[in-house]
């Protein structure tokens, strides 16, 4: 045990991984945002809209109409300055802040990658990953490391491990593995891809690829992890990123996970990628190769950090099973969904119709979602209770301030999952303005009708 | 290593690239072909046997209705007005057959919008007679032209015909005559040139795009399909009037309001349109050809599902007898408060909305109003 908390955590190791990972990181963030930025998202998401759904707890959180591209500037300057390590402990903080302001302001948007990137540069503001082939450490010589406790960079590799184990834990279910669901209706669409389209319609090709989907993201942690299997599984995870991009609109995702896989690899692997770039930008990397070793200043801050980092992974661990203290279906309530790798594993579609009622007199009329919705939001909200539920709030405030009295809302919806017969979604008679969100379990999402078996 | 740079170098140009390439494939040679159903076989059955058909029939009723118009201001009597009438009904009913295609030419013109935006603004329609100043190509305009304005024209100018023809012969009846005649050119000209693009080379260009991909012609007619029919059909010509949306009913919203008891023929031809088309049936004949009932068919057979494709036909049925069972839509939104048989009637149309836009788009695949943004 001794033994191993000295090799993983404490056994100094070369900066390199690390000073490599920030370098990509930051690019790839940088790219992200102006992508972004470019394709007009900014004004669409978060300008446009008139109304935003919000986390619980978090409502205080929204655009800022115009200056919206003002947070957007900041992230991706941050980026910028988290890649050249130029202060980078203040540049990861305020990335980090100002990435996860932007994800909070309408959970309409929400994807797994981007919680993902929130929790990882959460995780980077207690890593020393400026201390090699910055400017921090060219300017500033006791900022200066070439050795770094072995736990900065296995966090790194633990956090990558359970997004991939815990993605491929979700899939361990009836649905994917023995209905080949959703793989079977998304990828018989996709026909028109070159070279694969015309495989994509048949049966045995979707079970393959539900199977090797799953195996591949429980398999692939630990295939990294060992020298010998590491070059084999680069090349998978290279393959199985690719491919991902070509069936599926996933954006920046894939690429960023392939370089991350790249932190796996032993220093020489970095160290010849940081010499490259050294080479290209003419830069003296001999000055950083000083074989001092990063100490925490106090023991009580190392303790401080390390208290947390446990902390962290203790949630990360445990955090996805909370689905487990809810009744019902979890892809049917989706109560505890969010923030559990649980990705790409449903086809889930929507519809709903909301009833303002007057609750005096009975008289009522329907709601035409595009009044207050765009396409986007209501297609997320037809299918998600938390989102009905915040939308129902929403239309009885209008509609009051609007001079009616004692608007109570009612709707009808119909939700279709992994290809089964649309069904029922919410009890049509519940008053949906005399419910509260909270973390309990909503009891007027009508149950599910059907079994879905597995983890 | 060098070989694994290399590697990653080529998949992740590949990968960049692959998006742009996707929508203006070539039909793949399909090794399953038992297994696939060609999107472009029934592009074809729409463009040829449906929407082409469907279009020349409803340009030459507009031509019978311009002669009509012809032969009523040569000879103002009763008669020729009771002409008129009926060929714009023919039209009118035509009309219902194409107004749910709103893609290429008639997505670029705006033609559902400039054809029957109702109710008519009637007050507008008399200061343009008055004033002989107007420019219909205006989209301000749009409620003083099309089938809603010759439906105040023709039937909405006086108490009973005798009235109208007065009107006619009075001393407005140039200036009425020219309106007239704008409205109906104006309404000939979008049709043909609609109709003249479909015949021209915006068919092959609609069968050739027979991709998969938001821009593909399956997933784009698709959503002006159910767009159609949710919009127009349902709220357009019921939800509205019935004032399922404001709480209080709008009878002067029906279509055809002057008329009065033509609204309901033209609901049901609408819903026998966009029932039609759903099962792929050629415009004017019985015979029936590749559609999504039998692409609906063709995914359950891989499925094992439900039979999504009956449970639609047979949720178009039982619309059709709700709808059947009424009187006129105006009678039955003035003479009963609330309207209870056609609320339920509204009802059995509404059940078809989740059946197109959940269960029948979900197992294809569509993505409707697409949104182009990120997924998981």
Known sequence: MGSII?????????????????????????????????????????????????????????????????????????TLFVALGYRYRISIVIFFLSFTYIELMDKTTYLNHYYFISILSFLMIFLPANTYFSIDAWKIKNKAFQYIPAWTVNSVKLLLGIVYFYAGLAKLNSDWLFRAMPLKIWLPSKFDIPFIGGLLGQEWLQYAFSWSGALYDLAIPFLLLVKRTRPYAFLLV??????????FPIGMFPYIMIVSALIFFDTDVHQRILNGVAKIFKIDVGRFRNNKE???????????????????FLIQLTFPFRYLLYPGELFWTEEGYRFSWRVMLMEKTGYAQFKIVNGDTGRWFYVDNSDFLTPFQEKQMAFQPDFILEYAHFLKNHFEKDGHKNVQVYVDCKVSLNGRLSTEFIDPNIDLTSQKESFLHKNWITPFKDEIKGI | MKKIFGIICILVIIGACSDD????????????????????????????????????????????????????????????????????????????????????????????????????????????????????????????????????????????????VTRYNGTEKEALFAYLNSVVDDMVNLTDSVLSEWTGGYRDTFVANDGASATASVDRLVNDYIFYFEKYLRAGKMGIPLGVFSGSPLPQNVEAYYKGDISKTLFLEGLNAVQ?????????????????????????????????????????????????????????????????????????????????????????????????????
């Open chain 2, 21 to 164: 390439s996707i929508g203006e494939g070539e039909p793949n040679p399909s090794p399953g072909e038992g297994e696939r159903f060609e999107r472009s076989s029934m592009l074809v059955n729409w463009a040829d046997n449906i929407i082409i058909p469907a279009y020349t029939e409803f340009s030459s009723d507009l031509a019978t209705l311009k002669a009509s118009l012809e032969a009523f201001q040569s000879d103002v009597n009763e008669t020729n007005l009771i002409e008129l009438r009926l060929s714009w009904i023919a039209a009118y009913t035509t009309w219902q057959h194409v107004a749910m295609f709103e893609i290429g030419p008639a997505e670029s013109l705006g033609y559902q919008l400039n054809m029957n935006i109702y109710p008519t603004d009637s007050e507008k329609i008399e200061s343009f007679i008055i004033n002989d100043n107007y420019d219909l190509s205006l989209s301000s305009n749009r409620d003083a032209k099309g089938f809603p304005a010759l439906d105040y024209l023709i039937n909405g100018l006086g108490e009973n015909d005798a009235a109208i």
């Open chain 1, 238 to 247: 290279i393959t199985f990123h690719v491919l991902t991009r070509v069936l």
């Open chain 1, 294 to 312: 990063f100490k925490y200043l106090t023991p009580l801050r190392r303790k401080l950090v390390l208290g947390v980092i446990s902390t962290f």
């Open chain 2, 276 to 376: 039609n088309f759903f099962n792929g049936k050629s415009f004017g004949s019985n015979e029936n050809g590749e559609s999504l009932a039998t692409y609906l068919n063709k995914l359950n057979s891989v499925k094992n599902g439900e039979d999504l494709a009956l449970l639609i036909n047979e949720q178009f049925d039982l619309a059709r007898e709700a709808v059947l069972g009424l009187s006129t839509f105006i009678g039955e939104i003035e003479n009963n408060n609330p309207p209870t048989d056609m609320l339920l009637a509204y009802d059995e149309v509404q059940k078809v909305v989740p059946l197109l836009k959940v269960d029948m788009v979900s197992a294809m695949s569509i993505s409707i109003d697409f949104v182009d943004a990120d997924g998981d």
């Open chain 1, 6 to 78: 000295e090799k993983y955590i404490k056994a100094p190791v070369e900066a390199a991984p690390l000073a490599v990972f920030r370098i990509f990181f930051g690019l790839m963030m940088l790219f992200s945002i102006i992508r972004f930025w470019s394709y007009g998202w900014i004004d669409k998401l978060y300008i446009q809209p008139k109304f935003f759904f919000s986390y619980y707890g978090f409502d205080w959180v929204k655009p800022l109409g115009i200056y919206t591209y003002g947070i957007f500037f900041i992230c991706g300057l941050a």
